[in-house]
């Protein structure tokens, strides 16, 4: 007699008819160009965002650490959905048969011209790998992991930049740009490097790599994502630290971090593509 565990059970009608519908949704354009799925989830990011803005200061006033954490959730979720949408507009146009009855993507072409533009690109110089590597069309399970790094980082980050401002004070009114540039210098060589090796570590396991693939991620990536955040975050954080109050400092980088986390997040993918061509 069969076990209960061994019994293949059916599939519920429901289940079936919502994969039916998500699998039409991921073939769905508008205009041909924007993919609906993730414009859906960046209009309900939108709304969220901005009813969060609204009520941020009582928030922030009643519940600092948990403001923190599901502002930065909510930012890093919508830096990934950036990052997806270009891997999957670039993913179609690569797909597409050519020819010169085809009229040429624009927004494809200059979303291509990110593979030259970005220093340091993996897997050939291309940040964003061929058709045959990339990732599904649009995956939550990676949005959630984007969401929940933001969410569980900002504690640490929130206390670190207090630990900052009481270290380096700045006067109210002054012109001095002494403590701020001690406070970037601190920022960039001591939790930079941490709080990305952090990431890497933590997208590698919750992908369901093991250490092997930590390291390789690691030998393929970390040391070019660190030389690109050099790149950006030192006037970043100048203009944060001295200009900033405490309570806007996390939601102002995390704001300015869409832009670092979408690279993040395409360079990541890119490496978890390498990673299934040479670990499949």
């Not at 939550?140 to 640490?156: K, S, T």
């Not at 210098?185 to 890497?200: K, N, R, T, Y």
Request: glycine share 4%.
């Amino acid at each position: 007699m069969a076990s209960f565990y061994s019994l293949k059970m059916p599939t519920p009608t429901i289940v079936i008819k919502a994969r039916r519908t998500m699998r039409h949704l991921q073939s769905v354009y508008l205009w041909d160009r924007i993919p609906v799925i993730p414009l859906i989830v960046f209009a309900i990011q939108t709304i969220i965002m901005a009813r969060f803005i609204a009520v941020f200061n009582e928030s922030f006033e009643k519940r600092p650490i948990l403001t923190m954490m599901l502002s930065n959730a909510v930012l890093n979720s919508i830096a990934d959905t950036v990052a997806q949408t270009i891997t999957i507009i670039r993913e179609r146009a690569l797909r597409r048969p050519s020819g010169p009855r085809l009229p040429q993507d624009r927004i494809a072409i200059e979303i291509g011209e990110l593979d030259n533009k970005v220093p340091d690109a993996i897997h050939k110089g291309e940040l964003i790998p061929p058709s045959d590597f990339l990732p599904p069309p649009f995956e939550f399970d990676r949005l959630a992991r984007f969401a929940f790094w933001g969410f569980v980082m900002a504690p640490a980050q929130f206390t670190w930049f207090k630990f900052l401002g009481k270290t380096f004070p700045i006067p109210p009114h002054s012109a001095a740009m002494v403590p701020a540039l001690k406070r970037v210098a601190c920022d960039q060589l001591i939790f930079a490097p941490v709080g990305l090796a952090g990431f890497f570590t933590f997208m590698t396991v919750a992908e369901g790599g093991g250490a092997e693939q930590v390291k390789n991620k690691f030998g393929n990536v970390y040391m070019s994502a660190l030389r690109s955040n050099y790149m950006l975050w030192p006037a970043v954080q100048i203009i944060n630290f001295r200009l900033m109050p405490l309570q806007f400092q996390l939601p102002f980088a995390s704001s300015i971090g869409i832009l670092w986390t979408t690279y993040l997040s395409l360079t990541n993918s890119a490496a978890e593509a390498q990673e299934e061509e040479y670990f499949p």
